[in-house]
């Protein structure tokens, strides 16, 4: 079996099914915090399907995308870190 192979069978079904759990997470998490975290896992379970599917099809400009979005969930995980902190400092 090569990485190829290897790749398209059994690691991106892994994350499609990571991907899903995520996200009943996300849908039913109690507080605001667990969909922040729910949300920034998705967004990586993303990312590792864009560079999957970048190896795969041999095209590296796809691994630009993964980037950005990374720098994204990053910036988004900042904000609402943000938003917590001064939640508590008013009340």
Known sequence: MELIDFLY????????LSGLL???RFALGPSI????????L?????????AVY???TNQPHYL???????LIAFLGTVAFSY???KRQENG
């Open 9 to 16: 069978f059994f690691i991106l079904p892994v994350l499609m």
């Open 22 to 24: 995520v996200f009943i």
């Open 33 to 40: 915090s667990d969909r922040v975290v729910a949300l920034d």
């Open 42 to 50: 998705l967004l990586t379970i993303g990312m590792g399907i864009i």
């Open 54 to 56: 970048a190896i795969y």
């Open 64 to 70: 630009d995308i993964a980037m950005i979005l990374g």
């Open 83 to 85: 938003y917590i902190e």
